[in-house]
């Protein structure tokens, strides 16, 4: 084989983030903008690496060389080469995306026989080695693709069958520093632990009440309830004036609900909202200084493109 070449796709969190890494469910979905990573061979001494300009090195080289510490093949013999189709500051999750694809390239070069969950678990391992923490979503989205109900412990990935949700995505233009806000929140949880969890389980009891409500595609209370989740988040201290704004805005405008979606304080937010009101919806949210994303999601994981 001379070359190989795996893509994966960026994720939206529906519901359910930050209450994730302390052991809740979350709701993630898999978009249609993707990673790719291709693996070809090489004559170089060492593993050698072409990313875009501005992409984090450290998480591809994470997957790269644990995997081979791993499987104690030597770090040498090919070149790894990555692109993105979307804007790392969008908080789509193009990390974890890389490092999904990457571990999926590796298993494919070396013709192992890998599942979907081992290099699950590989792909959270070196996540976590670079950001310290993480609950994994991300990778799960990447791999597993669709829309997935997840928990930490287990781990627990539970596929959704749903139709297309009516969502509205604006970036607020803030890329979020996901790795100091989860140390921040770490900090909080040692401080206050009572009131953390008391946030992170009302915040998991939204998550079951929304998972039939997604299926029936009840959009009026699934639009409800991610205003029950913003109020936490925010209680949290993880939304900004911008994200407040742009959320306003579309609700304004006729959204049936918003939320803000990943790390907070920056990246994106998420809006359900009736066909008829979109455009008004996404009027609104650039307004206020929002970048409206045009996406589709629930879309495949990983996988082969050549
Ligand atoms: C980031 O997409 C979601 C967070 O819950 C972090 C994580 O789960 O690792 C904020």
């Given at each position: 084989m001379?070359s190989?070449?795996?893509s994966?796709?960026?994720k939206l ?5 930050h209450?994730?890494?302390?052991g809740?469910?979350a ?6 903008q ?6 070809e061979a090489s004559e170089q ?14 998480f591809?080289?994470?997957?790269v060389?644990?995997t ?5 093949q030597?770090?040498k013999g090919f070149l ?5 189709a979307f804007?790392?500051?969008?908080g789509?999750g193009?990390s974890s995306?890389?490092v ?10 070396f013709g192992?026989?890998?599942?979907k969950e ?20 991300d990778?799960a989205?990447?791999l ?12 627990v990935?539970?596929?959704?069958i ?9 970036y607020?233009?803030?890329k979020?520093?996901t790795?100091?806000?989860l140390?921040?929140?770490a ?5 206050q ?14 998550v079951t009440?929304?998972?039939p409500?997604?299926?029936?595609g009840?959009f009026?209370?699934?639009?409800k ?9 925010r209680?949290l201290?993880?939304?900004s ?7 306003a805005?579309?609700k304004k ?7 803000l ?11 359900v ?5 979109r455009?008004?919806v996404e009027?609104?949210i650039?307004?206020v200084?929002?970048?409206v994303?045009r996406?589709l999601?629930n ?8």
């Amino acid at each position: 084989m001379n070359s190989v070449t795996v893509s994966a796709p960026g994720k939206l969190v529906l519901f359910g983030e930050h209450a994730v890494v302390y052991g809740r469910g979350a709701i993630v979905t898999a978009m249609d903008q993707r990673v790719r990573v291709t693996i070809e061979a090489s004559e170089q001494s060492d593993v050698s690496y072409e990313l875009p300009n501005g992409m984090d090195d450290r998480f591809v080289r994470a997957a790269v060389e644990q995997t081979l510490v791993e499987w104690k093949q030597p770090l040498k013999g090919f070149l790894v080469r990555t692109s993105c189709a979307f804007s790392e500051s969008f908080g789509f999750g193009s990390s974890s995306a890389v490092v999904g694809a990457t571990v999926m390239a590796l298993r494919e070069w070396f013709g192992r026989k890998d599942t979907k969950e081992d290099l699950f678990k590989r792909a959270v391992t070196a996540i976590r080695f670079v950001q310290g923490k993480g609950s994994g979503i991300d990778a799960a989205a990447a791999l597993f693709g669709k829309t997935v109900y997840f928990r930490m412990n287990g781990p627990v990935v539970e596929p959704m069958i749903l139709s297309p949700l009516p969502l509205v995505v604006g970036y607020s233009g803030q890329k979020a520093d996901t790795p100091s806000i989860l140390s921040e929140i770490a900090a909080k949880m040692t401080a206050q632990p009572e009131r953390v969890n008391r946030i992170y389980d009302a915040i998991d009891t939204i998550v079951t009440e929304v998972k039939p409500k997604l299926l029936e595609g009840d959009f009026e209370r699934v639009g409800k309830l991610m205003d029950f989740n913003q109020e936490y988040l925010r209680d949290l201290g993880v939304s900004s004036e911008k994200l407040e704004a742009m959320i306003a805005a579309a609700k304004k405008a006729g959204a049936w609900g918003a939320k803000l979606s990943g790390a907070g304080r920056g990246d994106s937010m998420i809006a359900v909202a009736p066909e008829e009101k979109r455009r008004a919806v996404e009027q609104a949210i650039e307004s206020v200084g929002g970048k409206v994303i045009r996406i589709l999601h629930n879309t495949e994981g990983a996988g082969v493109e050549a």
